[in-house]
């Protein structure tokens, strides 16, 4: 015995048409896409919008080291090219100037032999900066205003004798890290 169905061709189900399958699956799309709007993606997005140009003159020092300013500001200049989406330019007409001095550095003693001996020691820098905006004197980042006061910036590399480091080494690390704190604070607030 065959059995036959018992809706006829002409009275089966409805499905819906394909042009609502599509329009209902667009409107899903645009609604969680369209929900995100707002967010930015990629290193641009955590600094300022407004500046596109920064200014980095020789850093001063008050170090009786030679070159220490020279090798500061090629650091953070490296920095600022490698992390952020602003130009460096080799003009004071650039959006901003970022300058700095070298106020201070110092060797601690963290470690020493029984004969006294140093085993290891810290050598510490400390900057101070200044990033202003030239068209307002101001660097307005996000919505909390900051005034172009100075800011102090302290670095520390670590010297350790017996495994062959030496002063040009710990000045090396101490700069690299007041680079990376510089271009740290360039970061608007969240």
């Known amino acids: 015995m ?28 645009v609604a969680v896409w369209g929900g995100c709007a707002g967010y930015q993606v990629g290193n641009w997005s955590l600094y300022p919008a407004d ?17 220490l300013a020279e090798w500061l500001t090629e650091a953070v200049v490296k920095e600022i090219e490698l992390k952020t989406p602003y130009k460096v330019v080799g003009t004071p007409s650039a959006d901003s100037i970022l300058s700095g001095r070298l106020v201070g550095e ?5 470690i020493e032999n029984q004969f006294d001996d140093p085993r290891e020691l810290e050598l510490g820098m400390v900057v101070e900066v200044q990033w202003v905006d030239r068209r307002s004197n101001q660097l307005s980042q996000g919505t909390v205003p900051l ?3 100075l800011v102090f910036v302290k670095g520390t590399g670590l010297l350790v004798p017996e495994v062959g480091q030496s002063v040009a080494t710990a000045e090396q690390a101490a700069i690299t890290n007041i680079a990376q704190r510089i271009v740290g604070m360039m970061e608007s607030p969240w």
Do not use: M
Not at 51 to 66: A, D, G, K, L
Not at 106 to 110: A, I, V
């Open 51 to 67: 500046i596109r140009t920064v200014y980095v003159p020789i850093f001063q020092s008050s170090s009786y080291r030679r070159n």
């Open 106 to 110: 110092d060797l601690e003693l963290l």
């Open 2 to 29: 065959i059995r036959t169905s018992q809706h006829s061709p002409k009275t089966r189900p409805a499905s819906l048409p394909r042009e609502w399958t599509l329009a209902a699956g667009l409107l899903v799309c």
């Open 147 to 149: 005034p172009a006061e």
